[in-house]
Nanobody, 124 residues
């Protein structure tokens, strides 16, 4: 019913950039807020960025502000995360998720559907 497929992860040196993409299925994609969350082994998922259903409103974790940009193309059913000035502490599995809401959500519990995750590794 809802399927999310992330891509764009990989290995990058500190200070470099990556652009993550998330292709979503379903005709109701544009009705919901979406977000990016990340996780390292032994830790809970951490909120990174969120965007409202329309794409007009965005929110970022403090760790992402000024470096990451979330965007969406509803016509293409695709969510993006542009990551610049990457740091080793950004290393994690990044997950694309669909929220239960229209407004951007910043809590893990607000998200109902998740992608498989894509690994981002930042070397020092």
């Amino acid at each position: 019913q809802v399927q999310l497929v992330e891509s764009g992860g990989g290995l990058v040196q500190a200070g470099g950039s990556l652009r993550l993409s998330c292709a979503a299925s379903g005709r109701t994609f544009s009705n919901y807020a979406m977000g990016w969350l990340r996780q390292t082994p032994g830790k809970d998922r951490e909120f990174v960025a969120a965007i409202s259903s329309s794409g007009r409103n965005t929110y970022y974790a403090d760790s992402a502000k000024g470096r990451f940009t979330i965007s969406r193309d509803n016509a293409k059913n695709t969510l993006y995360l542009q990551m610049n000035s990457l740091k080793p502490e950004d290393t994690a599995v990044y997950y694309c998720a669909v929220a239960r809401t229209i407004a951007a959500a910043t809590r893990e519990n607000d998200y109902a559907y998740w992608g498989q995750g894509t690994q981002v590794t930042v070397s020092s």
